[in-house]
């Protein structure tokens, strides 16, 4: 069974960065894509960033493009998310995502069967 731990979120000022974690277990990774999606009160949930689980295939919202870097831990089955310059408009709950596609990483969340249980990351401004 696939299990998704997210880690690394907080409170942050303006301009700030942190780095979420994604931990994942449960199955061999290979033909993975992993994604991080964001959901703030009252909106629905949305793409933030993408990548196949090689590493050469990775995809960002418009809203994150040059801001946010997605990234998987070498040997690891880990997938993190960087986030600098963060605007409070990023306020959200972060999840991780996870399902097989052996292709490019989807953008939409009903093609991810696995996800985790979030985490707030809060930008004061």
């Known amino acids: 069974q696939v299990q998704l731990v997210e880690s690394g979120g907080g409170l942050v000022q303006a301009g700030g960065s942190l780095r979420l974690s994604c931990a994942a277990s449960?199955?061999?990774?290979?033909?993975?894509?992993m994604g991080w999606f964001r959901q703030a009160p009252g909106k629905e949930r949305e793409f933030v960033a993408t990548l196949n689980w090689s590493g050469t295939s990775t995809f960002y919202a418009d809203s994150v493009k040059g801001r946010f870097t997605i990234s998987k831990g070498g040997a690891s089955n880990t997938v993190y998310l960087q986030m600098n310059s963060l605007k409070p408009e990023d306020k959200a709950v972060y999840y991780c995502?996870?399902?097989?596609?052996?292709?490019?990483?989807?953008?939409?969340?009903?093609?991810?069967?696995?996800w985790g249980q979030g985490i707030q990351v809060t930008v004061s401004s």
């Open positions: 995502a996870a399902d097989r596609h052996s292709g490019e990483p989807p953008l939409r969340a009903d093609e991810y069967a696995y």
């Open positions: 449960g199955r061999t990774f290979s033909n993975y894509a």
